[in-house]
């Protein structure tokens, strides 16, 4: 079992940043795979990033490629989600989640856990 807190998320000005973090618990973390997704209102979740778990490939939404970042720290248990000129359609509930499996994965079907969610908003 995996737990994952998220935070970090909060209300920008559109071309602001933020960086979300998110801790993971209980087995171990370098042993999986991470990604980001995201939900707006009345919208299916749809996959941001992903890192593999030995931080060698990083794969992105063709809509936030070249702004937004994925890491990780293994020795933090913590993936983070760096992200730049924030724009108004980036409003969402941002989760992290956890994939125990390698290669490219990009369905919410592929992560076993899911942290709660952190609310990002961008203003216009």
């Known amino acids: 079992q995996v737990q994952l807190v998220e935070s970090g998320g909060g209300l920008v000005q559109a071309g602001g940043s933020l960086r979300l973090s998110c801790v993971a618990s209980g087995r171990t973390f370098s042993r999986y795979s991470m990604g980001w997704f995201r939900q707006a209102p009345g919208k299916v979740r749809e996959f941001v990033a992903r890192i593999t778990w030995s931080e060698v490939r990083t794969y992105y939404a063709d809509s936030v490629k070249g702004r937004f970042a994925i890491s990780r720290d293994n020795a933090k248990n913590t993936v983070y989600l760096r992200m730049d000129n924030l724009k108004p359609e980036d409003t969402a509930v941002y989760y992290c989640?956890?994939?125990?499996?390698?290669?490219?994965?990009?369905?919410?079907?592929?992560?076993?856990?899911w942290g709660q969610g952190t609310q990002v908003t961008v203003s216009s």
């Open positions: 989640a956890a994939d125990p499996r390698v290669g490219i994965r990009f369905g919410p079907a592929d992560y076993d856990y």
